[in-house]
């Protein structure tokens, strides 16, 4: 919400995405005059983010950020937790990052833009105890790193974003 409030203060118009309907978010966004939509869908479905993407352009002619911060965790003993519990956290956190950079990128590159904001702490938040170092620093490396070769994108981290006062680029 923080951020969506950083850049609806900037001017930028949004298009808010979660799997429910951003509802108080979307409240206070247009109570403070900005321009904002709501894409209530599933980050790791492709044909959702495609669409997704495709309503912004529609309505706005342009994607000029993205901010690809969603996330889910599962925290709890390895020997507790399900392979389809494991699997959603993986789908979210990190198929649906590439998802999200990889359908803007397409919009943004085409735009001359070279800048997305990529919030890390998603994949951080896989706490599984026993698996948590291995699937963060070994098999993942930096999230932020593999989303720039993929889409061939400058990618912000966060503490960029907030030391530039929420300023991109």
Excluded at 5 to 15: C, D, F, I, S, V
Excluded at 55 to 62: C, D, H, L, M, T
Excluded at 89 to 114: H, S, T, W, Y
Aim: net charge neutral; proline share 1%.
């Amino acid at each position: 919400r923080c951020i969506a409030q950083t850049l609806a203060a900037r001017g930028y118009a949004l298009a808010l995405n979660d799997i429910r309907a951003p509802t108080d978010t979307l409240r206070s966004l247009h109570s403070a005059g900005c321009e904002a939509i709501e894409l209530v869908g599933d980050i790791s479905d492709e044909r959702m983010v495609e669409a997704g993407v495709g309503q912004v352009v529609s309505r706005w002619g342009r994607l000029d950020v993205l901010v690809n911060n969603a996330g889910v965790s599962c925290i709890r003993r390895a020997q507790e937790t399900s392979a389809e519990q494991f699997r959603r956290v993986l789908e979210i956190n990190l198929l649906g990052a590439f998802l999200a950079a990889r359908a803007a990128g397409k919009v943004m590159l085409a735009q001359r833009l070279d800048r997305m904001l990529q919030i890390d702490f998603a994949l951080i938040e896989l706490r599984i105890v026993l698996m948590a170092q291995f699937v963060c620093d070994r098999s993942c490396g930096d999230r932020t790193e593999q989303l720039a070769v993929f889409t061939g994108l400058h990618v912000e981290n966060q503490r960029e974003f907030i030391q530039g006062g929420g300023k991109l680029g």
